[in-house]
C-alpha cells in the first residue's frame, strides 16, 4: 500500500485570538483622534481646547490649538517657550518635586514645522505626557495626564498617540 497523504498536527492548543478593540473616530478642523471606546469627551470651557478621560485606564487627554502668524525664524523660540511654560505650570502647582524625565524639539518628518515633546512626573502622583507642534500657523498640543507609573503611562501614551493624526501646517 502507497502513503499518498501524509498529516501532522500540534498537541498544543493554539493561541487566543486578540482581542480587537473598538475605536471611535474624532475628527476636527485641525486633527482626527481614534480612541477606544472607554475614553469619554468632557466638557472643557476652554476655546480650542477638547478633553477626554477614560476611567479604565486612569488617565486624561487634551488637545488644544492656538493659532498664530509664525514667521519661520521664530518657531524654536515658540516652541522653548511652549515647553518652558509645561514645565513652570506643572512647578507652580508642586515647587521643586516635578522630574524631567524628556524634553525635545526637532523638525516634524514632513518638513511642515517642528515636533515637541515632554515628559515629567511628580513622583506617587502622575506621569505628564506631550506632544506639540509648531508650525507657520499653528500651536498644537497632545497632552495626557496618567496614574504615576511611567512605564504604563508611556505604554498608554504610545499606544493613543498612534491615534492622533494631526493636520499640518
Not at 25 to 51: K, M, N
Not at 80 to 100: C, H, M, W, Y
Amino acid at each position: 500500500m502507497t502513503k499518498l497523504f501524509s498529516y501532522s498536527f500540534s498537541v498544543t492548543s493554539p493561541p487566543a485570538p486578540k482581542q480587537v478593540e473598538h475605536l471611535h473616530e474624532y475628527s476636527y478642523s485641525e486633527f482626527q483622534l481614534a480612541l477606544t471606546t472607554d475614553w469619554r469627551l468632557v466638557p472643557t470651557a476652554a476655546d480650542g481646547s477638547i478633553s477626554f478621560h477614560s476611567e479604565r485606564a486612569g488617565a486624561a487627554i487634551t488637545v488644544s490649538a492656538d493659532f498664530y502668524d509664525v514667521p519661520e525664524s521664530e518657531t524654536l523660540a515658540l516652541g522653548e517657550k511652549n515647553i518652558a511654560s509645561r514645565f513652570s505650570a506643572l512647578d507652580t502647582q508642586n515647587p521643586g518635586k516635578v522630574v524631567v524625565l524628556r524634553q525635545d524639539i526637532k523638525p516634524h518628518s514632513s518638513g511642515a514645522g517642528l515636533e515637541l515633546t515632554f515628559a515629567a512626573e511628580l513622583p506617587g502622583e502622575y506621569v505628564y505626557l506631550f506632544l506639540g507642534y509648531v508650525t507657520s500657523r499653528k500651536v498644537l498640543n497632545f497632552t495626557m495626564v496618567c496614574k504615576p507609573d511611567r512605564h504604563a503611562a508611556a505604554t498608554l501614551f504610545n499606544k493613543t498617540v498612534g491615534g492622533f493624526r494631526p493636520k499640518l501646517p
